[in-house]
């Protein structure tokens, strides 16, 4: 039964990018204590049938007109709010993954909901038309990351009633490698890997912009002047090929990884690349589309 419940909810709260929360979207029901407050009505109301006292009976239906009016105050919690998400960034392994929800109500109206996951549960006030709030996840495998269901909720005014909804994301996060630099234990693979990157071309005065990772430190020691190395990767063309046949590991994840070390050397140098997997390639380029672009890429390998 559980395992039909669960279907049935994911499938009638898909959620791709943006929703306003209509009267089918929200589901109510009587919450925690309100059982107990269930129960008070009960007693309240045998009692003052069976003794004819008016003034229990008066008091029954009081008490009766506050859970209904619960059921109404709390669902207006929910209804009508607008509800739009979007993933921040492509994040690496071991870093985290932010899921930035946008809430926009037309008319101005207080509203206390909680948003709850698999492992989280935050409490949110709305007082603004618009409000936003990120979730955070842990990054901790590269590939495509399946959020888990994300529900809204209310409780207010008395905790006597809860009014929620779901969220299912359709939309697709990816997870890039984790970026590693290479340290090599196999003179032979040392050797296999260092003309391609680490070899020098030559020595150069230092420019006004040039970077500081790319200072020969041992000529400054000397008193020789300030220089810049310049590898046989930075020809005259000035472009770097990141290629995954080159990448002198083992593993699969290793190469990415590798790969995505090379990448975030590029930028910092602001030297244009390019990357090349066995399945698809990222043309030349530099800057934050291609950062994004080459995370993307080595995420989908």
């Known amino acids: 039964m559980s395992a039909m419940w669960q279907k049935w909810v994911a499938k009638r709260f898909q959620f791709q990018s943006q929703k306003q929360l209509a009267q089918k979207d929200v589901l109510i029901f009587i919450y925690q204590q309100g059982y107990l407050y269930l129960v008070l009505i009960l007693i ?3 009692a003052g049938v069976n003794y004819a006292n008016n003034l229990i009976l008066g008091f029954c239906f009081l008490i009766s007109a506050v859970l209904c009016i619960s059921f109404y105050i709390t669902f207006k919690q929910l209804h009508d709010l607008s509800i739009e998400v979007e993933v921040k960034d492509i994040p690496q ?3 985290v993954l932010q899921l930035q929800l946008y809430f926009k109500q037309r008319s101005l109206q207080q509203r206390y909901l909680w948003i709850k996951t698999e492992s989280q549960l935050h409490q949110v006030l709305i007082q603004d038309k618009k409000h936003s709030f990120i979730l955070n996840f842990n990054a901790e495998k590269r590939g495509e990351f399946q959020f888990p ?15 929620w ?4 994301l359709s939309d697709q996060a990816w997870i890039a490698p984790k970026a590693t630099t290479y ?9 296999a890997f260092e003309p391609d990157l680490d070899e020098f071309r030559e020595l150069r005065n230092y420019q006004l912009g040039d970077s500081l990772n790319a200072v020969s430190w041992k000529q400054v020691a000397r008193g020789q002047g300030l220089y810049v190395k310049v590898f046989e990767q930075f020809e005259d063309q000035h472009r770097l090929e990141i290629h995954y046949q080159q990448m002198p590991a083992h593993s699969h994840e290793e190469k990415l990884s590798l790969m995505m070390g090379l990448v975030e050397q590029a930028e910092q140098l602001n030297c244009p690349y390019a990357v090349y997997l066995p399945k698809a390639e990222l043309a030349i380029g530099i800057g934050q589309q291609q950062f994004r672009a080459a995370k993307l890429l080595l995420a989908q390998a």
Request: hydrophobic share 40%.
């Open 44 to 46: 309240t109301f045998i």
């Open 93 to 95: 392994v071991g870093e």
């Open 149 to 163: 269901p994300i529900q809204i909720f209310s409780v207010y005014p008395f905790g006597l009633v809860r009014a």
């Open 183 to 191: 340290s090599a234990e196999n003179k032979h693979h040392q050797q």
């Open 165 to 168: 909804t779901y969220l299912y």
